[in-house]
T-cell receptor, first 113, second 113 residues
């Protein structure tokens, strides 16, 4: 089945140790998004790629970076994770510009020791 | 500025009872509206969407929603709730041409036996 796959489902890292979360999609969608979701809160958009064009939200910390080497894959890099970065990270895709529904992966839950 | 309001943080209903989850939005143009459901530890699943046309839209799992322009609302309904419907529900507005979704803060649904 076509889908959005996030690996790993659970990630534990140490305070300040760089970590990378991955997302892949078989939908061949143009747009890929990364969201941060903390407990009992709505997902918060960090950034998105429209094809190769990177779009950063104004309030996304510099600590968060992203790479999209090809259509299928997108990575979230956290350069120096702090305790406040512990959250669920959701990847989503959409076929084209907004107006299209977003398809979400199951998320990666990040814990910081 | 665009915003989405879900005024009910928690709702508890008895199994078999009807359900209505409220959503109000603020947006200058005709919005693209969505309802998503999130089970614990998982990503968001699209229940239904409204783009244009018939203001009553049908979704998966027996859900429906009605767009009321005059009230800036897009309430989600289900005539008979099942225990498996216990989850968190998010309303979202899609902003055309800006690749952005604005999520409400979510409503947690509990279902009593």
């Amino acid at each position: 089945d076509a889908m959005v796959i996030q690996n790993p489902r659970y990630q534990v890292t140490q305070f300040g140790k760089p970590v990378t979360l991955s997302c892949s999609q078989t939908l061949n969608h143009n747009v890929m998004y990364w969201y941060q979701q903390k407990s009992s809160q709505a997902p918060k958009l960090l950034f998105h790629y429209y094809d190769k064009d990177f779009n950063n939200e104004a309030d996304t910390p510099d600590n968060f970076q992203s790479r999209r080497p090809n259509t299928s894959f997108c990575f979230l890099d956290i350069r120096s994770p702090g305790l406040g970065d512990a959250a669920m990270y959701l990847c989503a895709t959409s076929r084209d510009k907004a107006g299209q529904p977003q398809h979400f992966g199951d998320g990666t839950r990040l814990s910081i020791l | 500025a665009q915003s989405v309001t879900q005024p009910d943080i928690h709702i508890t209903v008895s199994e078999g009872a009807s359900l209505e989850l409220r959503c109000n939005y603020s947006y200058g143009a005709t919005p693209y509206l969505f309802w998503y459901v999130q089970s614990p530890g998982q990503g968001l699943q699209l229940l239904l969407k409204y783009f244009s046309g018939d203001t009553l839209v049908q979704g998966i799992k027996g859900f429906e929603a009605e767009f009321k322009r005059s009230q800036s609302s897009f309430n989600l309904r289900k005539p008979s709730v099942h225990w498996s419907d216990a989850a968190e529900y998010f309303c979202a507005v899609g902003v055309y041409n800006f690749n952005k979704f604005y999520f409400g803060s979510g409503t947690k649904l509990n279902v009593k036996p």
